[in-house]
Nanobody, 130 residues
Framework: QVQLQESGGGSVQSGGSLRLSCSASGYSSSRHCMGWFRQAPGREREWVAT???????NVAYSVKGRFTVSRDNAENTLYLQMNSLQPEDTSMYYC????????????????????????WGQGTQVTVSS
């Protein structure tokens, strides 16, 4: 069983940085695609970044060049390094896991909405002020 817990959110000024962490138990990189998603009030949940079972990473176009997803050597913690934060990044950020590789997630819309992911943390709030 996978259990996820996010931390590291907070309030920062535009241009600032935050590093989100996701503590995972029952996690193995060989079996789980891991992802970060965000959802702001009144909007749909959207994909931010993923790291696959082989370590392959992808980030959404809106955060490309600013956000980086990674994991530690023990593979028990995921990270999302967020630089050059902007007000539009304000959202609740969630860590999520699937039971298989990202490469099997063929429906692009389902992927972007996180519908392939069955394990979720409770979220951590990120607020960026001008």
């Amino acid at each position: 069983q996978v259990q996820l817990q996010e931390s590291g959110g907070g309030s920062v000024q535009s241009g600032g940085s935050l590093r989100l962490s996701c503590s995972a138990s029952g996690y193995s990189s060989s079996r789980h695609c891991m992802g970060w998603f965000r959802q702001a009030p009144g909007r749909e949940r959207e994909w931010v970044a993923t790291i696959d079972t082989d370590g392959t990473t992808n980030v959404a176009y809106s955060v490309k060049g600013r956000f980086t997803v990674s994991r530690d050597n023990a593979e028990n913690t995921l990270y999302l390094q967020m630089n050059s934060l902007q007000p539009e990044d304000t959202s609740m950020y969630y860590c999520a896991a699937a039971d298989y590789s990202c490469i099997y997630m063929l429906d692009a819309l389902a992927f972007m909405r996180g519908r392939y992911f069955i394990y979720w943390g409770q979220g951590t709030q990120v607020t960026v002020s001008s």
